[in-house]
């Protein structure tokens, strides 16, 4: 079967760092992604994997090894706009038409 | 990145009515649509995959019957709700791939805004 699995919810300071796990069993793996998303939205892109290691854009990084079924998304200097939902998703399939498998999200919420 | 638009925003219908939700991708081809459902404090379930003139292709557990998926051009697909009840009141996602215009990321799902569905 497929199966995505990441906390459900993380509290964390303006400021400071916060990783997001995310371990993954599927079949037909072709990349991981990371969406954020606000309440009432949308999901919007932060990052994609499909080789191992690290990718890091701006005050985002995400991480990948394939080997482990294991994703980290990093979140540095938190702002109080960075409280929202953040979607691990595993695509199944080819690049253009294979289809995304979300795990259940984690909610973050940033204090002052 | 590309745009996707989704219409209405949002809509309240009566038990039994159909809804048609129209999902358009504005500044490219979209080869692929997909369709989501979301509930409240959970995370996008895909309910079905459409290409271009082709029928969809269901997720297992989705009536197919009730849930009616049209994508007759590269630029739109329409999800309709048939014989609504409370029950399918969700947050309804689309999202499209393509490699023309301005979605240049053939592995990124360009996401609509999202159309919430209130069934009374």
């Known amino acids: 079967g497929q199966n995505i699995d990441q906390p459900t919810e993380m509290t964390a300071t303006e400021g400071a760092i916060v990783q997001i796990n995310c371990t993954y069993q599927t079949s037909g793996f072709n990349g991981l992604f990371w969406y954020q998303q606000h309440a009432g939205e949308a999901p919007t892109f932060l990052s994609y994997n499909v080789l191992d290691g690290l990718e890091e854009k701006g005050r985002f990084s995400s991480f990948l090894s394939r080997s482990k079924g294991y994703s980290y998304l990093l979140l540095k200097e938190l702002q109080m706009k960075d409280s929202a939902s953040y979607l691990c998703?595993?695509?199944?399939?080819?690049?253009?038409?294979?289809?995304?498998?979300f795990g259940q999200g984690t909610t973050l919420q940033v204090k002052p | 990145g590309a745009v996707v638009s989704q219409h209405p925003s949002w809509v309240i219908c009566k038990s039994g009515t159909s809804v048609k939700i129209e999902c358009r991708s504005l500044d490219f081809q979209a080869t692929t649509m997909f369709w989501y459902r979301q509930f409240p404090k959970q995370s996008l379930m895909l309910m079905a995959t459409s290409n271009e003139g082709s029928k969809a292709t269901y997720e297992q557990g989705v009536e197919k019957d009730k849930f009616l998926i049209n994508h007759a051009s590269l630029t739109l697909s329409t999800l309709t709700v048939t014989s609504a009840h409370p029950e399918d009141s969700s947050f309804y996602i689309c999202?499209?791939?393509?490699?023309?215009?301005?979605?240049?990321?053939?592995?990124?799902?360009?996401f609509g805004p999202g159309t919430r569905l209130t069934v009374t």
């Open positions: 998703a595993v695509k199944q399939g080819s690049s253009n038409t294979g289809k995304l498998i």
């Open positions: 999202s499209g791939t393509g490699t023309s215009g301005r979605a240049n990321l053939p592995y990124e799902q360009y």
